[in-house]
């Protein structure tokens, strides 16, 4: 599956990628994308064969703070408040599902399946025992080691972690607290310091902690060696803001059949609260350092086929005021396209085998009423090639045009052009020139 990875209409941010037997499950916020508010009352699963990662699975709800048409809410003694950021971790046979509720105690649950539906426990257990967060456990990591031991690392713009009793996996231990497991100091550098989304994960002997930054749009990681830490800022990962629209970040790191991905979140609706997971492929090097990845189109694929439709919604670049926004159900496009938008896809293999003289593109438009151009360039939005230019008429419609072929691997943009160079130019400063829902190069 290309970026996002999961069916186009699905909103799951904050995603923490784990590998249960030969699947991979996903365990992330719901978001709603007509929504002014992050996140929803319930919770969802995915989850993939691992030798099949273009067919994604889903299971359903698993927790509710809310009542739902077929599942009651699972905290209705004591909250009802919106759901955050949850982990699922297996122990002795059994998944528990840690969950943030805002403003409200956490809660862990149990299942016998790793999709669920969990059944609740309870609230942490820490009565008399020194916890961080006022025991609010925001955005919840937890971490089984080899030993069996139990952690559990949380907190906003301070880093908490306790130990868990790996009996019950709910039950604080007594003079287990530590602060700061990740340094918040205002000394150390914002892209550095610690906010949210502590994610751990034990990789050979070494201890990696996946958590956003005080600055930036990024998962930046830290590494230690012991689960007490001290975690040591190591670089960051992926930043979600680089030539495209940014918000928040939140993810992790998974290991599928040898291969090393980072999952992450993307905006969409010309909002921060309407996110797409999407995933990487990154290097662990042997001295334990993660090198930055770029956003792509890709997800799991190696390339894209630029001669199957391509829907324009999975877009890595986005610049000049340009998104994403769901029409419908069916119908997502990229919107308020003005002069000088870009709009980008990595990467696209046209093959080696072309043996034509020129190739076609079309578009699939919705007019705004104003005729304008869109440039096809390769490599780069500026200096790369123009393979060619396509006119954009007033009305909805296919808009095609011949190109230079292209052989190999590239990356694609589209920067649309209205350059005015008369008196008129004062009428359409600013115009939204059209809306773009699919493209499709042509042999």
Avoid at 204 to 231: E, H, N, Q, V, W
Avoid at 323 to 329: G, Q, V
Avoid at 340 to 353: I, L, P, W
Avoid at 431 to 441: D, I, N, T
């Amino acid at each position: 599956m290309p970026n996002p990875i999961l069916p186009l209409w699905e909103y799951i941010p904050d995603a923490e990628p784990r590998v249960f037997g030969n699947r991979i499950y996903l365990y992330g916020s719901h978001d709603r994308p007509a929504s002014t508010e992050f996140c929803d009352y319930k919770l969802k699963v995915w989850s993939a064969d691992v030798n099949d990662l273009n067919s994604w699975h889903c299971h359903g709800d698993s927790f509710r703070t809310a009542d739902g048409t077929d599942r009651k809410a699972d905290t209705s003694e004591w909250t009802n408040n919106l759901l955050f950021a949850p982990d699922v971790v297996e122990k002795d046979g059994k998944y528990y599902l840690y969950t943030y509720i805002v403003g409200a105690e956490g809660a862990v649950s149990v299942s016998d399946k790793p999709e669920g539906p969990f059944r609740l426990i309870g609230r942490y257990d820490y009565k008399g025992k020194q916890v961080g967060d006022d025991g609010i456990f925001n955005d919840p990591g937890v971490l089984v080691d080899d030993d069996g031991r139990v952690y559990v690392y949380y907190g906003f713009t301070e880093s908490n972690m306790n130990e868990l009793d790996p009996d019950d996996m709910h039950t604080v231990l007594d003079g287990s607290y530590m602060r700061p497991v990740i340094a918040d100091a205002k000394d150390v550098p914002e892209e550095q310091r610690f906010f949210e989304a502590s994610s751990p994960r034990k990789i050979g002997d070494t201890y990696y902690m996946i958590y956003s930054p005080c600055k930036g749009s990024r998962l930046a990681y830290a590494t230690a060696d012991s689960p007490r830490g001290p975690f040591t800022y190591r670089g960051y990962i992926i930043d979600n803001s680089v030539d495209y629209p940014g918000g928040n970040d939140h993810g992790s790191i998974a290991c599928i059949n040898g291969q090393w991905y980072v999952f992450y979140h993307k905006m969409t609706n010309g909002s921060i609260m309407s996110r797409r997971v999407c995933a990487e492929r990154i290097e662990i090097l042997p001295d334990g350092t993660i090198p930055p990845v770029e956003m792509t189109s890709l997800g799991f694929e190696d390339a894209l086929d630029p001669y199957k439709i391509t829907p324009a919604e999975i877009a890595c670049v986005l610049k000049g005021g340009c998104f994403i926004t769901e029409k419908d159900l069916f119908t997502r496009v990229i919107t308020s396209v003005r002069d000088g938008a870009v709009m980008g896809y990595k990467y696209f293999d046209f093959g080696e085998d072309f043996t034509g003289d020129t190739m076609q593109i079309a578009f699939k438009i919705r007019g705004m009423g104003t005729k304008c151009k869109i440039r096809i360039m390769a490599d780069d939005w500026e200096n790369g090639e123009e393979l060619g230019v396509c006119e954009i008429g007033t009305g909805d419609g296919i808009y095609k045009a011949r190109l230079r072929p292209l052989t190999g691997r590239h990356s694609i943009y589209f920067v649309a052009d209205h350059k005015i160079t008369d008196w008129t130019a004062q009428f359409f400063e600013g115009k939204e020139l059209f809306e773009l829902s699919e493209f499709v190069f042509i042999k």
